[in-house]
């Protein structure tokens, strides 16, 4: 159920962005964050946080927070790296077996 909340809120977020209500959005962008960390697994990454990060900081580079975006960007990027190194781990396991 938590990701379906999280999810919700990013397509609102996504719906303020393009609507050019970039405060609106990134309240939304935050929410759906802190709710996926939530109800996530500690151990694993998530591609829905990630993309929620993108997001995020497409909004904060929209209203001139480099910086801020910046920071995001490079979160959503690690994630991503990480789920490309979880991936290629389970292949590896799985041809060695």
């Known amino acids: 159920m938590g990701k379906e909340i999280a999810d919700t809120s990013?397509?609102?977020g996504q719906c303020c962005f393009e609507l050019g209500?970039?405060?609106d959005s990134l309240k939304?962008?935050?929410?759906?964050?802190?709710i996926q960390?939530?109800?996530s697994k500690q151990e694993s990454v998530d591609q829905s946080l990630a993309s929620y990060y993108?997001?995020?900081g497409l909004c904060?580079?929209?209203i001139g927070k480099y910086n801020?975006?910046?920071a995001h960007f490079e979160e959503s990027l690690?994630?991503?790296k990480k789920i490309g190194e979880e991936l290629m781990e389970k292949q590896i396991a799985d041809t060695s077996n």
């Open 60 to 62: 904060l580079s929209r």
């Open 28 to 34: 939304y962008f935050d929410s759906a964050i802190s």
């Open 54 to 56: 993108h997001n995020e």
């Open 78 to 80: 690690n994630i991503y």
């Open 68 to 70: 801020e975006a910046k």
């Open 10 to 12: 990013n397509w609102i």
């Open 37 to 39: 960390k939530r109800f």
């Open 21 to 23: 209500h970039y405060t």
